[in-house]
């Protein structure tokens, strides 16, 4: 399978992840808070990641001193992210909620990627870039209203 095809099914399978988190999310957090259920997923997660770090032979983990203090703090944003869904998805629905957070991550994502932040490539912000940002804007209207 070439590798932009499997890149683009591996970014598929997130979005059904993220699509079958929120309203599992949003479910618990209505019946243990957020902040409860929040740290209940997190550690969950953290079980995962660690059965699968075993897994493959633990990676590259012993250069963990080497980060810098924003990517040891790249959590925190999990937490943010998991809060706003569980305000959101219960007074919005599930798709609401999420295209909000894709508008969030698209604006994020091309300030960041406009001038090569934290590490990535510079792609410039053009005028295809700008219509397609709005017509995503336009359509989560639609879908939000």
Request: aromatic share 8%.
């Amino acid at each position: 399978m070439p590798e932009l095809l499997m890149t683009i099914l591996i970014g598929v399978v997130g979005g059904f992840a993220v699509g079958l988190q929120s309203p599992i999310s949003g479910a618990m957090s209505q019946r243990v808070g957020g902040i409860a259920s929040s740290f209940i997923i997190h550690v969950s997660g953290a079980f995962l990641s660690g059965a699968l770090l075993l897994f493959r032979g633990g990676e590259q983990i012993q250069n963990w001193r080497t980060l810098s203090w924003y990517m040891l703090g790249a959590g925190m944003f999990g937490v943010i992210l998991y809060l706003t869904l569980s305000h959101t998805l219960p007074r919005l629905g599930a798709t609401a909620a999420v295209v909000l957070i894709i508008i969030g991550q698209l604006a994020v994502g091309m300030v960041v990627d406009h001038f090569g932040l934290l590490g990535v490539a510079i792609r410039s912000i053009d005028g295809w870039r700008v219509m397609g940002t709005v017509l995503l804007i336009v359509a989560a209207y639609m879908i939000v209203r």
